[in-house]
């Protein structure tokens, strides 16, 4: 079970054009006052009076700034079809398997058939992996994960480390940014000055522009130890 994730930092930019006026006017000899002014642009094309002098396309191209990315129109396609949200999904796989802690979710599938990846253990370290229909709410058969010794005894010790719940943890991240949990997960800690420090990473998408804030949450304080908006 790979236990990182990381983030990619925004590129922005606007585009700027520059503007042209031109006008010319003539007249004609002695006394005689022309009915009309002759006008042209920079260019020497002639135009009515009065007519700006930059040409106008009949259709505008659509500004960069209004379209989404690729992560970002997926994110829009599947969020909102996820009718069950990820502590209800993590409830029914503790459900599925009995004494169990939730230690992962990530919303997957596509928009057609949304689920929620789930991952529960057992206090002695034995992990399953539990698919949640993210519409009905339905778990499917959990899927023993790995069976080394040293894996087990290394997620035992994290549950008993982990003070901090997943709904708390997921509770602070959207304490500062409002949005959709889509990814939680309890690991190490990436970030911080301390290598043992366990951690729940959450994934927060914002449902007015469609990014994902990254959290790494201290899972004995609370505390938030690192976050990142991946708008790319």
Do not use: F
């Not at 922005?12 to 010319?24: Q, S, Y």
């Not at 169990?100 to 034995?126: F, M, N, R």
């Not at 993210?134 to 899927?143: D, I, M, N, T, Y």
């Not at 080394?148 to 994290?158: F, H, S, T, V, Y």
């Amino acid at each position: 079970m790979d236990t990182n994730r990381s983030g990619v930092v925004v590129r922005r930019g606007r585009p700027a054009g520059p503007r042209t006026i031109g006008l010319v006017c003539a007249v004609a000899a002695a006394g005689a006052l022309l009915a009309g002014c002759a006008g042209g642009n920079d260019t020497g094309s002639p135009q009515k009076s009065g007519a700006p002098s930059r040409a106008v396309p009949a259709t505008a191209p659509a500004s960069p700034t209004g379209s989404l990315n690729t992560d970002q129109a997926q994110r829009k396609a599947l969020v909102p079809k996820a009718k069950v949200d990820y502590g209800q999904a993590l409830k029914a796989a503790i459900a599925a398997v009995p004494s169990s802690e939730a230690i992962a979710a990530e919303l997957k599938g596509t928009p057609a058939s949304p689920y929620w990846d789930t991952v529960v253990a057992t206090t002695d370290g034995a992990a399953y992996a539990v698919r949640v229909d993210a519409v009905s709410g339905k778990a499917e058969q959990p899927r023993p994960q790995s069976d080394d010794p040293e894996d087990k005894q290394e997620l035992a010790a994290r549950l008993t480390k982990a003070t901090v719940t997943a709904q708390q943890a997921a509770q602070t991240a959207t304490e500062k940014t409002k949005g959709t949990v889509t990814t939680i997960e309890l690991g190490n800690a990436e970030h911080g000055n301390n290598n043992d420090t366990v951690a729940w990473t959450v994934g927060v998408v914002t449902t007015d522009d469609w990014n994902e804030t990254t959290y790494e949450i201290d899972a004995t304080t609370r505390k938030v130890l690192w976050m990142n908006i991946d708008q790319d």
